[in-house]
């Protein structure tokens, strides 16, 4: 079965910009969770999509959106970047459901951005 | 929400000894912690998890203790090689959100 996967890997931008990151699940997962990953700051929770729905969000800024697709896909937009935005962004997938082990998330690779 | 609280930050330790990082969870709803290692470079990986209703779990030189009591759960490596050299992260989640602690960053030198 094929992991998750994130595209693209590398993005260079610059402030004002707006960028879309996409998450591509392993099949049958229908949660995609969002996660931004900075030194010192760990992994910190944006938000997570069941079934084309955002059911949980973290404590991010508006600028910071996301949507899911019928097949499961996610992507995540980030309007006017700032310099603060730069950072590994991480996508997860799970079954979604209550309770382990249906609540066992799987990483991507991620997605770097940078912002100059 | 959850709340994870885990220490230490940072853990050196020399080949062949044990290591021990420990975790704290606020939200009693909370029935599943899975422990996640990060190599640098890569994604976080899941290495060891446990749920709510098991006191202790092994895998090889991996072991994961949770007490539901103290909301506290504690991840222990014996003999540690210096592939074990990464950020490790605990987890605790009730639903299908997981909160993460900060990371532990161990150094095992040769």
């Known amino acids: 079965k094929a992991g998750v996967t994130q595209t693209p890997r590398y993005l260079i931008k610059t402030r004002g910009q707006q960028v879309t990151l996409s998450c591509s699940p392993i099949s049958g997962h229908r949660s995609v969770s969002w996660y931004q990953q900075t030194p010192g700051q760990g992994l910190q929770f944006l938000f997570e999509?069941?079934?084309?729905?955002?059911?949980n969000k973290g404590n991010f800024p508006g600028r910071f959106s996301g949507r899911q697709f019928s097949n499961s896909r996610s992507e995540m937009n980030v309007s006017t970047l700032e310099l603060g935005d730069s950072a590994l962004y991480l996508c997860a997938s799970s079954l979604g459901l209550a309770g382990p082990p249906y609540n066992e998330q799987f990483f991507g690779p991620g997605t770097r951005l940078t912002v100059l | 929400g959850e709340n994870v609280e885990q220490h230490p930050s940072t853990l050196s330790v020399q080949e062949g000894d044990s290591a021990v990082i420990k975790c704290t969870y606020s939200?009693?709803?909370?029935?599943?912690f899975p422990w996640y290692k990060q190599e640098l470079g890569k994604r976080p990986q899941l290495i060891i998890d446990?749920?709510?209703?098991?006191g202790e779990k092994k895998d090889q030189r991996i072991a994961v203790t949770l007490n539901k009591t103290a909301k506290h759960f504690s991840l222990h490596i014996t003999e540690t090689q210096p592939e074990d050299s990464a950020v490790y992260f605990c987890a605790a989640t009730g639903y299908s959100t997981l909160t993460f602690g900060k990371g532990t960053m161990l150094l095992v030198s040769p």
């Open positions: 999509y069941f079934s084309e729905t955002q059911r």
């Open positions: 446990i749920r709510s209703n098991v």
């Open positions: 939200d009693s709803a909370s029935n599943y």
